[in-house]
């Protein structure tokens, strides 16, 4: 009786698993159905058919989308991530945006599903692009007017949207010119390429990048690989004195930079876990004699005295490594879209919530070096009420193995920071207020390092060879102010009153000393074309705040793209000059939100 159940059971539990199988329906894979159709609408700079331009500026708009060559429909489909016979993920249409939005050559992006009567939806991508044309012209008016420099510059060669750029700049001892070129999509691909060739006026220029960075928020790899040789002169500032020309201390800098990275992402949207391994080459020599130079005079170089040199040779050390770097991350984010921060009128993506990093590159065998360089990062936004709050931080250091035990086992420490906020009372408000507060040092430095207090990043009304030091502290303040008349669909028009304030230390950095407390303030116009772009244009007057100053102390600056706040440049650049990004800080290139 037993065996017959046995054998009874086997027989009907196929059937009624089977049976079950077909009572219970399968999950269903697309709960919000498929895409059965992308549509992608790449307007041009402005879209003439759209009945709320005005009228009267039509002949405008149609001189302005004539001279512009409109972004194919390929570059734009090649970002996105998804496609037809794909789920519809509302994220992913989101995401999709915010990876075009990184793009300087499109203005608007919006993409959104209509529902159809199958269940499935219609994709609509419309985009329409900004002007891509850049011509940026330096000049200075102080001890007359003077062109320092021109950078000309295609942002969407022939719709496809590479870049290709030529450049001159002649500023005191910066003498540069040459060729750029970058693509985000080597042969239709994910893949970015950049190369630049020039010449300075210590010698020649040729930088080389490949890499595939993270797409999205849903990308898992990202991998880099770049080169970079360069001559040029690093200039310490001798000596600040406005009335007397001081001299400018010349130090003839060769570096070679290679590096091969690779990063992962571990866990959901939620949180992330970040990996990576890079190994990286880095050669730093002083081919020549230190000179001296008189400001202005660049070519009538001659050799420094013994004295003139000698804080200088302390700073000289050649750096020769060949080094393997582990990154370990976490990344707690997610984005909002805001208009009007560091443009007008367009739309920007803000990062909130927090990334950090932690990075060590121990030099190999057979390297000259014998030291392990470490590098950690901190990137933080929150949003409580109106008010947008951030913070960015880096440290960099060197951990030596001297065979002197008189000399500083860290050496080549780096630091810098920038906290800033925005608030604005409502969405409709024409005011926003930036508060920007930002500092550098640098500690047992034995590589060329001087950071002066004065410059378009710095106390604006003061000039970029104002008051020498290594330990630099700068509060800036601006209001931005939405004017939008006369022309409102066709740019934006804006204005800002900015005060800035600012002390740097000495440290120990060459010929360094405490400038005390200096201010300065001054007005500006920004302009944004087309409208609602999110580039904008500056054109600023600064002067200092001090006993004595008058018309001739005036400072004119005109700039592409806001040089402080969300979008400008999370590296100061006189900083970068001293601190290398080979070694482990190569790894956060990558690891940040470009692309992603």
């Known amino acids: 009786m037993r065996l017959e159940t046995l054998l009874l059971l086997a027989v009907a539990t196929p059937a009624i698993a089977q049976s079950g199988a077909q009572r219970v329906p399968p999950a269903d894979p697309c709960p919000d159905g498929r895409i059965s159709f992308v549509f992608v609408d790449n307007n041009s700079i402005f879209d003439t058919s759209d009945p709320d331009l005005d009228a009267r500026f039509r002949w405008a708009y149609g001189l302005a989308n004539s001279l512009h060559i409109r972004t194919r429909g390929w570059v734009i489909r090649r970002e996105l991530l998804f496609a037809a016979g794909d789920c519809y993920d509302p994220f992913l249409l989101?995401?999709?945006?915010?990876?075009?939005?990184?793009?300087?050559?499109?203005?608007?992006?919006?993409?959104?599903?209509?529902?159809?009567?199958?269940?499935?939806?219609?994709?609509?991508?419309?985009?329409?692009?900004?002007?891509?044309?850049?011509?940026?012209?330096?000049?200075?008016?102080?001890?007359?007017?003077?062109?320092?420099?021109?950078?000309?510059?295609?942002?969407?060669?022939?719709?496809?949207?590479?870049?290709?750029?030529?450049?001159?700049?002649?500023?005191?001892?910066?003498?540069?010119?040459?060729?750029?070129?970058?693509?985000?999509?080597?042969?239709?691909?994910?893949?970015?390429?950049?190369?630049?060739?020039?010449?300075?006026?210590?010698?020649?220029?040729?930088?080389?990048?490949?890499?595939?960075?993270?797409?999205?928020?849903?990308?898992?790899?990202?991998?880099?690989?770049a080169f970079s040789r360069e001559d040029r002169f690093f200039d310490y500032i001798e000596r600040d004195d406005a009335s007397e020309a001081g001299d400018h201390v010349l130090v003839p800098v060769r570096t070679k930079d290679f590096d091969a990275s690779l990063l992962r992402r571990f866990g959901d949207r939620s949180g992330m876990w970040l990996a990576g391994i890079g190994l990286s080459y880095r050669a730093l020599h002083y081919p020549g004699e230190i000179q001296i130079a008189p400001r202005g005079d660049f070519d009538d170089r001659h050799a420094a005295d013994s004295a003139t040199a000698a804080p200088v040779i302390g700073q000289m050390v050649e750096r020769d490594a060949l080094r393997v770097s582990l990154l370990a991350g976490r990344r707690d984010i997610r984005w909002i879209v805001r208009r009007g921060l560091d443009s007008m009128r367009g739309e920007e993506d803000v990062l909130l919530g927090t990334e950090l990093g932690v990075a060590a590159a121990p030099s190999l065998p057979g390297s000259t070096d014998e030291d392990i360089a470490v590098t950690a990062m901190l990137n933080a936004a929150a949003q409580p009420g109106g008010t947008l709050l951030g913070l960015r931080a880096r440290f960099d250091?060197?951990?030596?193995?001297?065979?002197?035990?008189?000399?500083?086992?860290?050496?080549?420490?780096?630091?810098?920071?920038?906290?800033?906020?925005?608030?604005?009372?409502?969405?409709?408000?024409?005011?926003?207020?930036?508060?920007?507060?930002?500092?550098?040092?640098?500690?047992?430095?034995?590589?060329?390092?001087?950071?002066?207090?004065?410059?378009?990043?710095?106390?604006?009304?003061?000039?970029?060879?104002?008051?020498?030091?290594?330990?630099?502290?700068?509060?800036?303040?601006?209001?931005?102010?939405?004017?939008?008349?006369?022309?409102?669909?066709?740019?934006?028009?804006?204005?800002?009153?900015?005060?800035?304030?600012?002390?740097?230390?000495?440290?120990?950095?060459?010929?360094?000393?405490?400038?005390?407390?200096?201010?300065s303030a001054g007005f500006g116009l920004r302009v944004s074309f087309p409208a609602e772009s999110r580039t904008t244009y500056r054109f600023d007057l600064a002067w200092p705040l001090e006993k004595g100053a008058g018309l001739a102390d005036v400072r004119i600056r005109f700039s592409i793209g806001e040089l402080i706040g969300l979008t400008g440049r999370d590296i100061d650049q006189q900083f970068r000059r001293s601190r290398p990004d080979a070694g482990g800080g190569a790894l956060f290139l990558m690891s940040g939100s470009a692309r992603s």
């Open 94 to 225: 989101a995401e999709s945006e915010r990876v075009l939005r990184t793009y300087p050559f499109l203005s608007e992006i919006d993409i959104y599903g209509v529902p159809q009567t199958d269940g499935s939806h219609h994709v609509i991508v419309d985009t329409r692009d900004d002007w891509s044309t850049r011509v940026d012209v330096r000049f200075r008016v102080d001890n007359g007017f003077s062109i320092e420099g021109v950078r000309l510059s295609e942002l969407n060669l022939l719709g496809m949207g590479q870049a290709l750029g030529v450049f001159w700049f002649e500023r005191e001892v910066r003498r540069d010119y040459g060729l750029s070129y970058w693509t985000p999509q080597v042969g239709r691909t994910r893949w970015d390429l950049a190369a630049s060739v020039g010449r300075t006026r210590a010698g020649t220029l040729v930088q080389q990048e490949v890499g595939y960075p993270f797409v999205g928020e849903v990308g898992r790899w990202a991998g880099r690989q």
């Open 397 to 519: 250091a060197l951990r030596v193995r001297p065979a002197d035990p008189d000399i500083a086992r860290w050496q080549d420490l780096w630091a810098e920071g920038e906290a800033w906020a925005y608030w604005r009372r409502d969405e409709s408000a024409r005011h926003l207020l930036l508060f920007r507060a930002s500092a550098q040092s640098g500690w047992h430095t034995r590589t060329p390092f001087q950071l002066t207090l004065g410059g378009e990043r710095g106390v604006r009304g003061y000039g970029l060879e104002r008051f020498p030091g290594g330990r630099r502290l700068v509060l800036n303040l601006e209001d931005r102010i939405y004017i939008g008349w006369p022309l409102r669909d066709v740019m934006d028009m804006g204005a800002t009153v900015f005060a800035d304030a600012g002390r740097i230390w000495p440290g120990d950095a060459p010929f360094g000393a405490d400038s005390g407390w200096r201010a």
